[in-house]
């Protein structure tokens, strides 16, 4: 009793004269907030995550739920949040668990950036009456290229390195069989097959059902090496190293063994219900020279025919990083910034550590060019794009395109409740429970997942137009189309952007 | 080894002398024996080319004379591999199946993540051997060594068997880390290990006789290959380092 309860995260209330007693809410709910007894819906709030399924589901719009209703002494440093974690800490004595991304508040880099837009010197373009090149090639460019002329012909001598070829510059990031339904990832795969996009698979191998979408899949290698083998490389469109993750970088993953069910054992190649357990380091890259061998192995197993990515967190030194992967032969960089979302991650880790994607790529960016070294790989940014703007402001810092990943299960209907590592997700996403991955229809989330595509992609080219740009291309690295706001000088030497007004 | 064989003299057997050449011609031959049928391919005069049969698959035996750089095997599945000399580091990373068998010592991370088949060492290997493999219903990765190893052998170890056959008790390096953080598979060493010697989540027990029995087939094929009497080894005594858990971590975490 030293400590004692807490207070409740969440405070439902049903309104009995508009409640009709169908029970759905019952049903819906896998934290078993609900139950129905003489004649009457009752809740336990303390079981509630907010995950909203009930809101969704209940016909009468009869339920309500209020966050913290119970009051703290308010005090700007012992927040509430602070607070609690020392007294579940001084119960268990362990490591905090966290889901989705980074929640402390701070201020988003995104939000002071605003974009440019033509006023009568330079006419903008209508995207309606203009084509508007968005297509974008990921993976190495030559420098330059030897030609020869033979009868009018041009025929290019330079090797050329493979690329992937995108319709849209906005990917789905890598979350894993495993971390996410199979539902949720054909759900995913179907909508950028249909958009000319890419997805990745995470480290959970490729389930045979994804096999007819392999050409818009790029599979990832990690430090676990689970479901990894020669078949699972030469089917994917690419192959991405995975060395850490914005959302816990530095230390490595772990799926506990209730996950690890009769299917997920089939794509990653485990025992049923044993940990699988990614270590911190990949056990064969201690050195930017070892990275280099495994990015060279495993061109070598696929004959050099696909793009290798590496995926690394934003942290303090990217840049420097980055320009080291630029020369181990690796098509592409992955920058995933410090709110990338996770099924789990400590709670440390998620909040403290790493830095925004848009300090990163803008850094990355600056220390390729200044070396000459820009075309020798893409750039790719992931961790917090929210809107199809924040698409436009990282691609103007120096992406080539972006990696989606909450954006896309909230298109699925996740509500962003972070309760993904419980396994109970009531929206058939971050769960293996069969009867709540049927919740999810492929048909249904495919369409959703596949609007939420095109209409950034709209937006994206309704912005470009704006700004009097027609191609993707003439975005990147035009850090010109972006101004400061309120951004301390610094921030702004970093980004390489001037302030509003300026 | 006969010296008549040339590229063409055989059909099924061909040479490739590799002096000068760089690792991805060196493959692109080896895949091109193996598509027009060769079933064995010697390739003499190598120096440090790495993944030589990196992502190889079918039923076809490489015969390598000198030393390989890293990561031989990487990803093969199916194929032979007999190394006349020793390994740079990770021979049989993420291996798939088939067999390495290695007259000499390797490097670090021998068997890396290694998922299936089997990888013979003659003499030692470098730090980390056996690191995070892992087994699946008929696949079950199999690293046989005959010398020393040095600190976390079968560090992360999710599955399959080492066994470590080196002569006790004067010659095995036995170092720190043994089976650290393992949470599946066995590790089965001559002679004894101090507890000192074992890693976070490892703990030893003795061979029953059941489990001796099983050992022995290994120790056979281990003695076939490098002309050792099996019966010195098979007569000696053995310990096992087994995981005290499937989940290593799983009291590590409490929710948010």
Sequence with gaps: ?502 | MSDQWGPDAVMDRVRIDATGMHYTPLNMAIRAAVAEGAREIEIDHVMGQRFIADGLKGDVRLIIHGVPGGDLGMFMSGPTCIVHGNCDHAPGNTMDSGLIVIHGSAGDAVAHSMRGGKVFVRDSIGYRGGIHMKQYRDKRPILVLGGNFRAFLGEYMAGGLILALGPPPDSPIRERGIGSGIHGGRIIVRGDVDDEYLGVGAQKSPLTREERDEISPLIREFATYFRRDPDVLLEDSYVQIRPSSSRPFASKYTWE
């Excluded at chain 1, 990355?364 to 000459?372: E, F, T």
């Excluded at chain 1, 049927?438 to 959703?448: F, G, K, Q, V, Y």
Aim: aromatic share 4%.
């Design chain 1, 1 to 502: 009793m030293t400590i004692g309860s807490v207070p409740v995260k969440f405070r439902i209330s049903v309104d009995h004269d508009q409640c009709m007693l169908c029970g759905r809410c019952v049903e819906n709910c896998p934290y078993d907030v609900f139950r129905l007894e003489n004649g009457k819906i009752h809740v336990n709030s303390r079981k509630c995550v907010a995950c909203h399924r009930c809101i969704a589901m209940c016909p009468r719009d009869a339920i309500n739920i209020r966050e913290r209703p119970v009051d703290y002494r308010s005090h700007p440093v012992w927040t509430t949040e602070t607070r609690e974690a020392i007294y579940n800490q001084a119960r268990t004595g362990k490591i905090i668990l966290a889901g989705m991304g980074n929640a402390k508040p701070y201020p988003i880099i995104f939000d002071s950036l605003v974009l440019d837009a033509c006023q009568v010197t330079n006419p903008s373009i209508d995207p309606l009456r203009e084509p508007m090149e968005l297509r974008t090639y990921l993976g190495k460019k030559p420098s330059r290229l030897e030609t020869r002329q033979r009868d009018g012909d041009v025929e290019v001598l330079t090797s050329l390195s493979p690329n992937l070829q995108l319709e849209t510059p906005i990917m789905i990031g890598h979350m894993s069989y495993g971390a996410i339904s199979l539902n949720a990832q054909a759900s995913i795969a179907r909508a950028v097959s249909d958009a000319g996009t890419f997805m990745g698979t995470g480290e959970g191998g490729l389930h045979q059902s994804l096999y007819p979408y392999q050409d818009h899949m790029i599979v990832q290698v990690a430090s676990g090496r689970f479901g990894v083998d020669i078949n699972y490389l030469e089917r994917g469109a690419a192959i991405e190293i995975k060395i850490g993750q914005g959302a816990k970088p530095g230390i490595g993953g772990h799926l506990p063994g209730e996950k690890v069910c009769e299917d997920v054992s089939c794509t990653r190649m485990i025992p049923v219900g044993s940990d699988a357990i990614s270590p911190a380091p990949h056990h064969d890259i201690y050195s930017i020279e070892d990275l280099k061998q495994l990015v060279r192995s495993l061109k070598e197993a696929t004959e050099w025919k696909k793009p290798v990515f590496v995926k690394i967190a934003a942290v303090h030194n990217s840049a420097a990083i980055a320009a080291g992967i630029a020369r181990s032969a690796a098509d592409a960089v992955v920058i995933d910034g410090f709110r990338g979302g996770t099924g789990a991650a400590p709670r440390v880790f998620r909040d403290h550590v790493g830095i925004p994607v848009e300090a990163a790529i803008a850094s990355v960016d600056a220390k390729l060019r200044s070396q000459g070294i820009r075309n020798e790989v893409s750039l790719i940014a992931s961790g917090g794009i929210r809107e199809s703007a924040d698409v436009a402001k990282v691609i103007a810092l120096g992406a080539d395109a972006v990696y989606i990943g909450t954006a896309a299960l909230v298109a699925m209907g996740c509500r962003v409740c972070g309760t993904c590592y419980r396994g109970l997700c009531p929206w058939g996403i971050a769960t293996q429970r069969p009867d709540l991955v049927a919740r999810l229809d492929p048909e249904i989330a495919s369409r959703n997942v596949g609007n939420l595509i095109h209409a950034w992609t709209l937006e994206l080219s309704e912005l470009m137009g704006a700004a009097g740009i027609n191609s993707i291309e003439s975005l990147r690295g035009n850090r010109d189309r972006l101004r400061g706001y309120l951004l301390d000088e610094s921030i702004m030497k970093v980004l390489d952007v001037r302030p509003v007004g300026a």
